[in-house]
């Protein structure tokens, strides 16, 4: 096999050679197969999301596919909690969720959350009509999910704390809350969760939160010390990013056929961390769902994931950013590379164009990579592993009019 061949990440090369040899009848992974992978001795393991009162499997599903058979089966592999957004695929991830719990008739068995920005505009400030936008786009992805109540209503991707404090959202929140709309909610983050979580412990008002948490992260004190006082103020917390953005197997580190241990492995350290109610790694075939379900029954480590895991420079050889910001400061231009990173993530491991189109709407055109085209040497620096000039020079390359 060449090296050209090797270069498709886990995501990718499985998503399209199993849906490829699924549409020709050459496989056929069904809720059956998937369930014949269970641990016969062995059952799921469940937490409580934080003091909800909900208890979910330790793994659940972060919904980016739009194909409802995929969460058919993953409901009867003992996924019970649904986390997608209201911009996923442009609205079809929410519609297959729908589809898929009607035709089952299992809404009263599910976890159903979504997300939704909070409104602010990118420059800062807010428009007039925070409310209507927002109960607009709550309006609509009920429609899509087909369904009169959410179990978990979720801020997307907060920024800053005055989002999470923001009177008219709390309020509106709150309003839905009453309503019997929103059983619960919550906010995600990708930027400055120590400060969002220090404030939302202090809030003691969402009731659960879904960060960014890997290994990469594992000498981050700071982060882990806001994730102990977030649980103990009783907030659900729900880690995603688990599997560092999918980063094993692109450039070639890692082939396909040797991904399953790197996975499993990194997914069970998120959740040997008991602060973490439920992880929601983004399931998008078949595959993703048996080889990361599988880690639900059993959280200790065998002999490869223990070897992986204490591998020679592992963390570095993610090159996951972690979102700290800090290297925006050794930008002579003040590019906002921590997005512009992601977006790298979405369009080069996750081959997810949906969320580069997603994740481009969050740059101001100030701070985008337009700025990074008269530079002739990239001066940014990463504190952490992340190779930001040849990750720059990679985003340079995409015909970035196919995502406006």
Aim: net charge positive; aromatic share 10%; with cysteine.
């Amino acid at each position: 096999m060449s090296r050209k061949n090797h270069r498709y990440n886990r995501r990718a090369f499985l998503s399209r050679s199993l849906s490829g040899m699924a549409s020709l009848g050459l496989v056929s992974l069904t809720p059956k197969t998937l369930s014949s992978k269970k641990p016969a001795d062995k059952k799921i393991i469940h937490r409580h999301l934080g003091k909800t009162g909900i208890k979910v499997p330790v793994v659940s599903m972060g919904v980016y596919t739009r194909n409802p058979a995929l969460i058919k089966a993953a409901f009867e592999a003992g996924v019970r909690y649904f986390s997608t957004a209201h911009y996923y695929g442009r609205g079809l991830c929410e519609k297959a969720i729908g589809d898929a719990v009607l035709e089952l008739s299992v809404r009263k068995d599910v976890i159903i959350a979504t997300k939704i920005h909070s409104g602010r505009n990118l420059d800062g400030t807010w428009p007039k009509n925070i409310k209507e936008q927002f109960l607009e786009q709550f309006s609509l992805s009920m429609e899509r999910l087909q369904a009169n109540y959410l179990d978990i209503l979720y801020l997307y991707n907060i920024r800053s704390t005055d989002e999470i404090e923001r009177p008219e959202l709390m309020q509106t929140l709150t309003e839905l809350k009453q309503q019997k709309k929103a059983r619960f909610i919550g906010f995600t983050t990708h930027t400055n969760p120590v400060e969002i979580l220090d404030k939302a412990s202090e809030l003691s008002f969402y009731d659960a939160a879904a960060v960014a948490f890997n290994y990469t992260m594992a000498e981050n004190r700071s982060l882990i010390q806001a994730f102990e006082k977030a649980a103990l103020k009783g907030m659900g917390l729900v880690a995603f990013k688990t599997q560092c953005g999918n980063a094993w197997g692109v450039d070639g580190y890692r082939k396909p056929a040797e991904q399953s241990k790197s996975h499993t492995a990194m997914l069970k350290w998120v959740l040997n961390h008991d602060f973490i109610s439920t992880a929601i790694p983004a399931m998008e075939a078949f595959e993703h769902l048996r080889q990361d379900f599988s880690v639900a029954f059993d959280l200790d480590y065998n002999n490869e994931e223990k070897q992986f895991l204490e591998g020679e420079n592992v963390r570095y050889k993610t090159s996951f950013c972690q979102q700290c910001q800090k290297c925006v400061e050794t930008c002579p231009k003040g590019v906002d590379i921590p997005t512009l990173m992601r977006i790298h993530m979405y369009a080069y491991q996750y081959r997810n164009m949906d969320l580069v189109h997603l994740a481009q709407k969050e740059l101001e055109e100030s701070k985008g990579i337009s700025q990074c085209r008269s530079c002739g040497e990239c001066k940014a620096v990463c504190f952490n592993s992340v190779p930001i000039a040849k990750n720059l020079l990679a985003l340079k390359k995409l015909n970035w009019n196919l995502y406006a």
